[in-house]
Every structure is written in C-alpha cells, then in structure tokens.
C-alpha cells in the first residue's frame, strides 16, 4: 500500500482513452440514436441535441429556450446551404474538413452563424493563408459581415504590403472608416511618398463626398505631412485651398524634430539592408575603428559605413533604423559600453553603461527596451545576470536572473517572448551544452525552460510569422575527457542541422528546413525580407566568409555571388543585424532645417 493510501488521499491513476472519436465517427456513419433534425432549403440532417449544444453556443440556446415549443423536433436553418450543413456535422462527429478556396468561404460563413467556433477558427487561418490581390475585398467583406478581427487583421496587412496597387481599385473606396483609419495609420505600410497616402485619402472621400467630406480633417490626423518634400507640400497647398475649410499649419522644425512629429517613416520610405560589424579586425590589425559595412541583398552590393572606436567581440542588435552594440572584449579588458548607430545622421552615439561586463551574451530590442542576458566576463566565468535598458528614460534595471549561467546562445523575439535557444552552460575538461530553451516574459518577468533533445551553442536563432526558425552552430559530440584536463574541442562541431521551434518552445518537425551546404557555426544569421541569410561563420578549422540565403518553402539553400568583404580568410562572432535605411529622396528632407507643414485644422 502507498502512503497516500495510507494517510486516505485519492491516487491519480492514469486513465485510458475513451474512443470518443472513434464512437461519434461510427454514430455518425451507421445514423444511430438520433434525437433532432436540422433543416436547410428543404433537405433534412439527423443529429444529437447533446452534442450539438457542448459544441455549439447557438444551439445550446435553441435547445434550451425555443426546443419544448417545437413538436417535431426540428431545427429550421436560415441562409446556410445544405452542403455546408452536411460539411459542418462530419466535423462535429469525425474532426474532418476539406477545405478549397471555394468551400471555404462558405463554411467559415456557416460556422460563424451556427457559432461552431473551432470550425470558424480553422476555416479563418486557411482564408489567411489563401489571401490574394483577386480575393481581398470578399475577404474584407466576409470579415465585416461575420466580425472577425483575425481575418480582418490578415486582409488590412495584405492592403498595407500592397497599397499602390489597392488605392487604384474601385474595392478600395468601400471600405468602412474604421478600417480605412487603421489602414492609412499603420508604419508599415509600403508606400514611398506620403503624398500618396494623401491622395488616397481624398479618392475615399470624394467617393461619397456629401456623407464624407467631414471625415477629411480627421482622417488628415493620419496623414504623416512633415515626410512630404516641398513639390508635395506646394501641391497639398492647392488641393486645400480649392476645399477651401482646411489650412496647413506650419513649423521651423530640424532633421531631429521633424522625424519626431512625423511618427516616425512608413516601411515603403525604408530600403533594407544587412549590416556586419566586424570588430574583430582591432584585434588582428591594430586598427582604432572596427569596419561597418552594409549589404544590399538586392544588388548584392556593399557599401562602408563609419566604424566604432577600440571594440571587439560586441553583441548588436537593432530597432528599425537604429542599430545597438554591447559589451565586448578590448585588449583583454571586458566592456560594460553601449552605443546606438542611427541611419538618419550615420553617427554612433554612446548609451548609458550595464551594470555589468559581458561577452558572448544575449543582446534584444524589445518594446523600446534592450535586455542584455548571460554571457561571460572571462573565458571561465559565465554569467546568469540579466537586465534592461528603457531607451525611453535611459535607466537601467535588473530582470530575473537566468536559472544557471550561460553563454552562447542563440537567441530571438517572438509574440513579446524572449527566447533563448541552447548556449553553453560551463567549460570544464569540455563545453558544457544546454540541452534546452529559455522563455522569458517581460510583464511577468520569468524564465521558464523547455526541454530539448539535442544540445546547442553557437547557433542563430530568426523569428518569423509562426514560430522561430534555428540554424547551424555547434552541436554536442560525445567524447570522453582527456587525461590532462584540458580543453576537448572535438566534444563539439559545427552542424548544418537547421529546426523550427513553435511559440510553447517545441520543435515543429512538420515544416521542414533544409540543411546547411556545410557545418557553420558563430555566423551572422538574420531574416532581411521573406529570406534568412547566413553570412561568415566558422567550423573547427576553417572560418569562412560566403553568404547564403533561403526563403521558407524552397528545397536549398543558395550562395550570393558576393562574399563578407574582409581581408582576411573568413569571418565569425562578429556584429551581425539588419538595418532600414531610408531611401535618398526621404533622407535628403532631414538634413537641414526648414518650414513644414505639421498639420492640416479648419479655417
């Protein structure tokens, strides 16, 4: 007898599977124990009022208030064809839906009348996924008519990447105001004129000019006006004076202040591009400044941006336009430093300092926060202090301390959750691996570790629309310790293991990621676009300086024409991020003083 038996406590056995599924399957395949009939256009659909009313909301109600008036327990089903009520019930009693572009539509449509809210669900993400330029106004209607926010948030991203194209339509102009103000709202719509935005707002008005002509001075609060160039402003100028109830109101502003009340570029008026800092170069060369240079994955061409004084082996990360480096190692002595890079005025300016020395740590933007994480302050001190930066206040503050100390990581943001993906935990006769994940989330501020099969350090981690996608470093290889007690470098090598982890931390072996054309480890991994690019990096050996690239869905990784631009053999652990450049003709009105429009209020 157990002890909880002794002391009277229940035990908790393990329970085996009812066969539910299967049982409703059957049910439904034989017409058994059938206890109500659902009517659509005539045709007539057996089914259980139990099961109906655990899943279904709507019909709980209809059991429960109208049923007992009903003499011949029947359920008459308005505006639901009887295809979609047969497609609706062997969900219910199988779990199995086949959907096509054309049957979806009206499941989903379906599903949200009868409040089948799983159905609705799974239809809602293969319409997200279908979304096109043929197809996006159905969409936006579907969602309008049914309310559902998640199919409305897909079409508006949609409109957003493509609003050249959109505005053109005569779909364009029935959108509701609601989403027209989000729309015209959003930084990352891809325009590179704001005048454009400008026009698109008066076409939308002069649509219906009687019942919308109004809205215009609240619809101009959207318009970013100070990113117009002085050909823009003279023609808004006379668009105004010819509705005659709206002036400009101007400003003397400065590059600085007319970015600030601008709120910021749109993402159209950016062109991105990759940045490697390559800080190693002080060391082998003696030099006072580490090399920038930025890589442009269209024309694969580089172009050399100013350096950093006396840094080496630094952490970077970046914010849009703006680019952060931290910490690092200068002749022997480890940094508490951190600077910021700016794309508008190309200058470095330096940043409040840690707490703490570090390198080989964990470097993330987040919510206008940079989180320093682990690392170490010598080759055998390995840290699990961690902490924030507000950009906002220029204060840092101490966040929870890691559950053991660690270095090397691999490291990502997604859906507001820092992630930690392996790393090195020690180095005793050998590289001590972290077989796991780390979560970390900053409202509750917690770490909470998640399990993985395979050890780690080394490695690039990039976050993408459904989860995290890891690439190459250095995977543990059993060996035994040497006599001596030094250093076993072969308890490691560089792999071409490439794996995709969901938000709960898993590893999502369904979408599959190519390996690696070699083993790489240390290298600049980051996404730029819909691609991940791979540059640099090292194994055992060699160090290299190649650039790949892959897009989710391709069979392979490709190699760029143009390679890293180092002089030396190859390059790894050095600074690599993206960065968003503005495009000359934005950057150009921020160089000097001058009179802007900042607003447009009524005469």
Request: neutral net charge; proline residues 5%; glycine residues 6%.
């Amino acid at each position: 007898m157990t002890s909880s038996q002794q002391k009277g406590q229940p035990s908790l056995l393990k329970t085996r599977p009812l066969g539910l599924k299967e049982g409703l399957a059957e049910i439904y395949q034989e017409e058994l124990l059938y206890d109500a009939m659902l009517i659509a256009d005539g045709q007539r659909f057996p089914c259980h009022r139990a099961l109906l009313a655990a899943i279904s909301p709507y019909f709980r109600d209809v059991f429960t208030t109208t049923w007992k008036e009903c003499k011949d327990k029947e359920v008459v089903l308005q505006d639901v064809a009887p295809s979609v009520v047969q497609s609706i019930l062997k969900y219910i009693y199988t779990e199995d839906v086949a959907l096509t572009s054309e049957a979806a539509p009206l499941l989903f449509a379906g599903a949200s009348r009868l409040q089948i809210i799983p159905l609705q669900n799974i239809c809602c993400r293969f319409l997200v996924t279908a979304l096109s330029m043929q197809n996006w106004f159905e969409m936006y209607s579907l969602s309008q008519v049914h309310k559902n926010q998640t199919l409305l948030r897909g079409v508006l991203q949609l409109i957003t990447q493509n609003f050249d194209r959109v505005v053109e339509g005569d779909d364009f102009l029935q959108l509701d105001l609601s989403s027209l103000t989000a729309l015209i709202s959003s930084s990352e719509l891809m325009v590179a004129s704001e005048y454009k935005v400008y026009q698109a707002v008066q076409r939308w008005v002069q649509k219906q000019p009687a019942k919308r002509h109004a809205l215009l001075p609240e619809l101009m609060l959207h318009v970013r006006l100070p990113l117009l160039s002085p050909q823009e402003q003279g023609e808004l100028q006379k668009d105004l004076e010819r509705w005659k109830d709206l002036k400009l109101e101007w400003k003397l502003l400065d590059g600085e202040e007319r970015l600030r009340q601008s709120q910021g570029l749109r993402e159209g008026m950016y062109k991105p591009s990759i940045l490697c800092i390559d800080s190693q170069m002080c060391e082998h060369q003696e030099m006072e400044h580490c090399c920038m240079s930025c890589y442009d994955p269209q024309t694969e061409m580089w172009e050399k941006l100013p350096g950093l004084e006396s840094l080496t082996h630094a952490c970077c990360t970046s914010a849009g336009d703006r680019i952060y480096i931290s910490g690092g190692i200068y002749k022997n002595s480890y940094s508490t430093a951190v600077y910021e890079f700016s794309s508008f005025t190309n200058r470095w300016a330096q940043l409040p300092s840690m707490a703490t020395t570090r390198a080989a740590h964990a470097f993330l933007f987040h919510d206008q926060r940079l989180y320093v994480v682990g690392g170490w302050r010598k080759f055998q001190i390995f840290l699990n202090l961690a902490e924030s930066l507000d950009l906002a206040t220029g204060m840092w503050a101490a966040i929870a301390k890691l559950p053991f100390p660690l270095s090397h990581p691999a490291s990502s943001v997604f859906q507001d959750r820092l992630y930690l993906l392996g790393g090195a935990t020690g180095i005793s006769s050998h590289w001590l691996f972290h077989r796991g994940i780390l979560i970390y989330e900053p409202r509750s501020d917690v770490w909470t570790q998640v399990p993985l099969s395979v050890g780690l350090f080394a490695a690039g981690a990039v976050a993408m629309d459904c989860g995290i996608y890891v690439i190459g470093g250095y995977a543990e290889k059993k060996r035994k310790d040497s006599a001596d007690g030094t250093l076993v470098p072969e308890n490691r090598y560089s792999t071409r293991r490439c794996f995709f982890i969901s938000g709960s931390g898993k590893v999502n072996r369904s979408i599959s990621i190519p390996k690696l054309p070699r083993g790489i480890a240390n290298a600049g991994v980051v996404r730029c676009g819909k691609r991940i690019y791979l540059l640099g990096g090292e194994d055992l050996t060699q160090h290299y300086k190649t650039i790949y690239h892959w897009e989710p869905g391709e069979p392979r990784w490709h190699r760029s024409a143009m390679e890293v631009p180092v002089f030396r053999e190859g390059i790894s652990r050095f600074g690599c991020t993206t960065l968003m450049r503005p495009k000359p003709h934005i950057l150009q009105l921020f160089q000097a003083a001058s009179l802007v429009p900042v607003a447009a209020v009524c005469k």
